[in-house]
């Protein structure tokens, strides 16, 4: 069955940097665009990014872009988050999810989804 497992969350200062991990199995990761999104407290899922199969073709959410970057490791079936110049509002959990069709920014249409891993942007 489809699994994907988040890491690499934690506490960290405003302006600092975290890099998240996405760890895929149960599918044939690279055949399959890929998807980050958030959930601040008391607030609804948030689209961040999402990466096609090979990595080429990348798309952001306008808050992120230039702070964030999206990629993937097919051979480990993973992908990744970066996240640099954090802020106090990127504040949430994060999520990797999986949608079995056609690309989409609307996070109520994934199908598949982690546990999430908490990013807590604090001084």
């Known amino acids: 069955q489809v699994q994907l497992e988040e890491s690499g969350g934690g506490l960290v200062q405003p302006g600092g940097s975290l890099r998240l991990s996405c760890a895929a199995s149960g599918f044939t990761f690279s055949g399959y665009w890929m998807y980050w999104v958030r959930q601040a407290p008391g607030k609804g899922l948030e689209w961040l990014s999402c990466i096609n199969t090979g990595g080429d073709d990348i798309h952001y959410e306008d808050s992120v872009k230039g702070r964030f970057t999206i990629s993937r490791d097919n051979a480990k079936n993973t992908v990744y988050l970066q996240m640099n110049a954090l802020k106090s509002d990127d504040t949430a959990v994060y999520y990797c999810?999986?949608?079995?069709?056609?690309?989409?920014?609307?996070?109520?249409?994934?199908?598949?989804w982690g546990q999430g891993t908490q990013v807590t942007v604090s001084s």
């Open positions: 999810a999986l949608r079995d069709g056609s690309l989409t920014r609307n996070a109520l249409e994934y199908h598949y």
